[in-house]
């Protein structure tokens, strides 16, 4: 493709963009901290500004996407494409409230990374005491919707499963359930910061325990199979 020697049948309905690892905070967790410095090049952002006017769906995501500078640049280009945008997903740590930068987006989904279910446990893990701040501005998305009768976006918590959290997964249930957004769920697939990828066999077998009983309790369907698909990624491991 970049020498002229590939041509491809059509052009890309769906966009996956990693767009840079720059972030505002330092997760303990997180592999992207040793290449912090990597971000899409000019000619990057070139290739991607002509598959847009023809994507239907756009998955965002870094690090945290609105600290790649020319976000907003690409948000306002689909902004500006009225009815025409693509359905777009954008994973972000909320630390910042994203609810006037993506006003007028037609957003699919809009998923909050918190990795605790209590503040003690996010600040560990995060690095930052800002709990309390990423779920106002949940809530302050939440109330927008209701106030403008919207259906979408999908409201979603992201949690990363690790050892320092997984005991929390029943409390993370309960308060997704009271703030009436869905969850998910992602494993650390491998060695990131300072958090193992549950090699302890203790640990897990009681992952396994809180997995099923949590499934066990919970009614809801997205819940479920978050948790479903969890287990048989735990059980992989073994």
Sequence with gaps: VGQGETRLATKPASLYLHLSNACNLRCKMCFQERTRDYRLLPEGWRLLREAVPV??????????????????????????RGADQPAISILTNEVEATLERVQGLRLASLIFSLDGARPETYQAIRGADLWHRVIDNLRSVQRARFRWWLRRPSLLV???????????????????????????????????????VFAQPEHRAELARVLTDSWRRTRSPLTRGGLELMRRAMEGKR
């Design 158 to 196: 992201a949690m990363t499963v690790m050892t320092s959290n997984f005991r929390e997964v029943p409390e993370m249930i309960a308060l997704t359930r009271g703030l009436g957004v869905g969850l998910l769920f992602r494993p650390i697939n491998f060695p990131g910061g300072e958090e193992d």
């Design 55 to 80: 994507a239907r769906f756009a998955s965002v995501y870094g690090g945290e996407p609105f600290h790649a500078p020319e976000i907003l640049g690409l948000l306002d280009e689909w902004r500006g």
